[in-house]
């Protein structure tokens, strides 16, 4: 039995080590907010954050994420949306969707350390890959949401 | 959004459907046969007024949308023509899928199937139309593709809406004993015009949905008209930002097994023996299976499903392929161009004639790789299945052929067939395949009784596709006096997308028929050419190809304005001006070129190392031009810096939408341009996973601009028009900067990086 805080709550898992965090969120815990998209750590879209920085569930042992705080897709906001969810439905951003969780969760990383966003850092920060092209309308939502949260 | 339970109703394809014809039922009125599907799917207290809208008693609004959401908006913009109609605020609706019947055929992707429907095409080739409607007439079925949704749902969809409304106003004069045309409809609610009274649909819908009403409502006039054309926010955006949508892959289910397998790489191999004791002992494993191209375990997680198959030993019989390569079907593209006549697609004039009196020809020959689709949800599909019945759980393009072929697998009667489609984590065409119900139901079949989730990993999804063709196109074109073009002949090779598709639904339909994938954007460019002969030359290939983002357009746009290109660069005129002069008698086309040439400020010189393309392409009813701005250096360190794009689809229903496909489209046709490329060795694909088949990412995307040009044309589609023109407009903008003619893709392959 492994003991896991995820999105601020307690619970125990019974899974080999090995099993990546992606999976056990997915499959054992039923948060299927977070998505495989490439099982190797290429396209971000399982991007969830361990102690608040942004890691590819896909590639990390459970184990590994034993003793942190683990947030998804789901934990990051209570009932109200945060500035990035808001700023991305304002832009109109999803078209299929499916690696928007991601996008969200690197995007979010990425403004808490740098609320005057750049568009190279932003480049740097944000490589998941979004297969419907929706990146100018993420490029654009992480500005607004920057925007908004500067001036709430 | 909840997805409704769906039975089958009546299967298609053994119907009426081929034989009957293309007549579509509207499904609207009272109790017909059409609107019983969708009467079947309510709940208490909800009534369907036609085929498409369910009101419940307390005012809530359900639209049935025929076509999957996979992206391209289509629960908001048909959920929109009826909205407009109805007179209700679109936030008072939700969309749901439709189940499956035959008032939902896509009856525009069944004629856009077939050969030369759009009045193109005059070449020899139409003698073989009639067996291709036949096969259309099997494909063309309740599915998602071709750019097509909004086409086929306009006028339906916007007469459901106006029915229904005119029942409820029916409705409330009975209900009030009063005069019909005293009451109107508004936003949700039927008011008594004299008396000023007012209350919801709800209040009527029990009473309308036993009103009969004649089916000849007249709808709004374009200027009436108060929500289609502008902007409105997407239903299922709320639930794409806090990941609470379902996809196939988020199914769970009581009591759920998974299952992961190892697939035979080499195309065309089977399973020659395995051990399945080795991995009966490993943790949560259920059981293994073996079927014919390869092997599957079942287990109680994902994970653990695939860690077993992993070390599941097993032996291929590779077959007959397991010395292909992509050298090899080059080879045999260049010798079929030069031993095989083809089929002509469009013959004017004498081309041949031309170009043998001719002192100076200019020749190219271009080629273009396969590619996989790689959506973002990997492939998956659910299925349990019990002692005769099935019931399934996927995210696909084809319902009709997905339930098809579940009962097929499963054996049991049509009737006991029930399919769920929640949202499409991206199709591109991919989803329209059965390949995942076959394996899916054959591995649940072993365990009856228990729901089974099918997962393929990326590797699979890459190295099982069923692939945008690779192809092999020569030219040859002169110029007269004028330095206008005085003939161009275009021989393309590839294998039939049509026939590869077919072969795998019904393999005795097999047979070399005319495609109008092989010659798509190629026998139909918009220029006028005195002497124009382009010819298909079949080559059946043994690697399996599909219906990729524009089919046939997403190599013949590339070969024909990258051609273009280059006999306006031989003529020493300007590229967009040397279109704007052959197409002096299309004047949509002469008008999008010409808003092109305004909006990116096309006449200013750009400075050294930087250089500007054009590419103007028709495909699906809509007509695109895009303009591209590069930076390259000695290098070959590329950067698509700019995009400008032109679209002229007709009436717009959703322009926010339109806009969004427009940039998803050069999105997805610049990955390919740059990167994309499937390769086979050894009868297998080279590739595996995104590292070696990558995509464009926001630090290489290009900024972009999309002007809508709608002109009095019909209506298009917009999910697949914005991929063609992106690839020529790049190479041309490279020739532009430093005067290298690419014309082989991808750039990566010549060495480009961005």
């Not at chain 2, 009426?16 to 009467?39: H, K, R, S, T, Y």
């Not at chain 2, 090779?493 to 598709?501: D, G, I, Q």
């Not at chain 2, 006449?603 to 007509?623: C, N």
């Amino acid at each position: 039995m492994l003991s896991l805080t995820i999105n601020g709550k307690k619970t125990t898992v019974d899974v080999e080590e090995d099993t990546p965090l992606l999976w056990v969120l997915r499959d054992t815990v039923k948060l299927t907010g977070t998505k495989f998209g490439c099982g190797i750590a290429a396209c971000g879209a399982c991007t969830v954050h361990l102690n608040g920085e942004p890691v590819r569930s896909c590639s990390v042992p459970i184990s590994d994420a034993v003793g942190t705080e683990i947030t998804t897709i789901e934990g990051i906001s209570d009932n109200k949306l945060t500035a990035v969810q808001e700023a991305w439905i304002d832009e109109q951003v999803p078209q299929c969707g499916y690696c928007q969780s991601g996008m969200i969760m690197a995007a979010t990383a990425y403004l808490k350390d740098n609320p005057s966003p750049t568009d190279e850092g932003i480049d740097e920060a944000v490589t998941n890959i979004c297969r419907c092209g929706s990146y100018p309308r993420i490029r654009k939502a992480i500005h607004r949401a920057a925007k908004q949260m500067a001036e709430a | 959004m909840a997805l409704m339970k769906l039975t089958r109703r009546k299967f298609l394809i053994a119907g009426g459907l081929v034989g009957g014809g293309l007549a579509i039922g509207f499904g609207l009125g009272d109790d017909g046969p059409e609107n019983a599907a969708l009467q079947a799917t309510t709940s208490s207290g909800e009534f369907a007024l036609n085929a498409w809208i369910k009101i419940n008693q307390s005012g809530a609004i359900t639209i049935a949308i025929p076509q999957a959401e996979m992206g391209q908006g289509v629960y908001t913009s048909l959920s929109m023509l009826v909205a407009e109609e109805l007179e209700v605020d679109l936030t008072s609706i939700t969309p749901e899928m439709a189940p499956l019947a035959p008032v939902y055929v896509n009856a525009t992707a069944l004629m856009d199937s077939l050969p030369f429907s759009d009045g193109h095409h005059n070449g020899e080739a139409t003698v073989g139309a009639w067996g291709m409607r036949k096969v259309a007439g099997m494909l063309g079925v309740q599915a998602t593709g071709g750019s097509t949704s909004v086409r086929n749902a306009w006028e339906p969809m916007q007469k459901a809406g106006a029915m229904a409304r005119e029942m409820l106003i029916k409705a409330a004069a009975l209900q009030w004993n009063v005069s019909a045309d005293d009451c109107a409809a508004s936003n949700g609610k039927i008011i008594h015009k004299s008396s000023g009274k007012s209350a919801s649909y709800g209040e009527f819908v029990e009473t309308a949905s036993r009103i009969e009403i004649p089916d000849d409502i007249p709808l709004k006039a374009a200027s009436a008209r108060t929500m289609i054309g502008k902007s409105q926010p997407r239903l299922d955006i709320p639930e794409k930002v806090n990941g609470s949508a379902v996809y196939g892959v988020d199914i769970d289910l009581p009591n759920m097994a998974y299952a992961a397998v190892k697939l035979c790489p080499v195309f065309g191999g089977t399973v020659a023996s395995w051990d399945e004791n080795a991995v009966l002992k490993m943790p949560g494993v259920i059981k293994a299976v073996r079927f014919e191209t390869g092997v599957a375990v079942i287990a109680d997680s994902f994970w653990r499903a695939k860690k077993a198959v992993e070390v599941l030993p097993v032996t291929f019989d590779e077959g007959a392929n397991a010395e292909l390569s992509s050298k090899a079907i080059f080879a045999k593209f260049e010798q079929q161009l030069a031993s095989d006549e083809g089929r002509s697609y469009i013959d004017e004039g004498d081309a041949l004639e031309q170009i043998a009196q001719a002192n100076t020809v200019v020749s190219a020959t271009y080629k273009a790789p396969f590619l996989a689709h790689a959506c973002m949800e990997p492939m998956n599909c659910t299925a349990l299945v019990g002692e005769n019945d099935v019931e399934v759980w996927m995210p696909n393009q084809a319902q009709t052929l997905i339930a098809w072929f579940a009962e097929k697998v499963a054996d049991v009667p049509a009737e006991n067939v029930k399919l769920h489609t929640p949202y499409l984590g991206g199709g591109f065409g991919r989803r329209l395949e059965i390949d995942l119900v076959v394996m899916a139901v054959s591995i649940a079949k072993e365990l009856k009784g228990r729901p089974v989730k099918l997962i393929w990993t990326r590797e699979n999804d890459v190295q099982h596709d069923m692939y945008r063709p690779a192809a092999l196109a020569n030219f040859k074109g002169t110029l007269n006096s004028s330095g206008d073009i005085d003939a161009w002949q275009n021989r393309v090779a590839s294998p039939s997308v049509t026939r590869s598709f077919t072969k795998r639904m019904l393999p005795w339909a097999d047979s070399d028929m005319p495609d109008n994938t092989t010659a798509e954007g190629a026998a139909d460019i918009p220029y006028k050419i005195s002497n124009m002969l382009m010819e298909h030359v079949p080559t059946p290939l043994e690697i399996p190809v599909g219906y990729w983002r524009s089919v046939g357009h997403s190599y013949n746009a590339f070969f024909s304005e990258g051609f273009m290109d280059e006999m306006a660069w031989a003529a020493k005129k300007d590229p967009l001006a040397f279109r704007l002069d052959h197409i002096s008698e299309h004047k949509d086309f002469s008008a999008v070129l010409q808003k092109l040439k305004e909006v990116s400020d096309w006449s200013t010189p750009l400075p050294e190392g930087r250089g500007r393309g054009v590419a103007l392409h028709e495909s699906f009813g809509s007509i695109v031009g895009q303009v591209v701005e590069i930076t390259v250096n000695k290098d070959k360190e590329i950067s698509v810096d700019k995009v400008f794009c032109v679209v002229d689809c007709g009436t717009v229903v959703n322009p926010d939408t339109v806009k969004a496909q427009m940039e998803s489209g050069i999105i997805f046709g610049l990955s390919a341009a740059l990167f994309g490329e499937i390769t086979i060795e050894k009868g297998r694909v080279v590739q595996e996973n995104f590292p070696d088949y990558d995509m464009v990412r926001l630090n290489n995307c290009p900024e972009i601009e999309v002007h809508l040009a709608p002109s009095g044309r019909p209506l298009g589609g917009v999910g697949e028009p914005a991929t063609p023109p992106i690839a020529p407009a790049v190479v041309n903008a490279i020739f532009a900067a430093t005067k290298t003619r690419i014309r082989e893709l991808p750039l990566s392959k010549h060495g480009y990086t961005a």
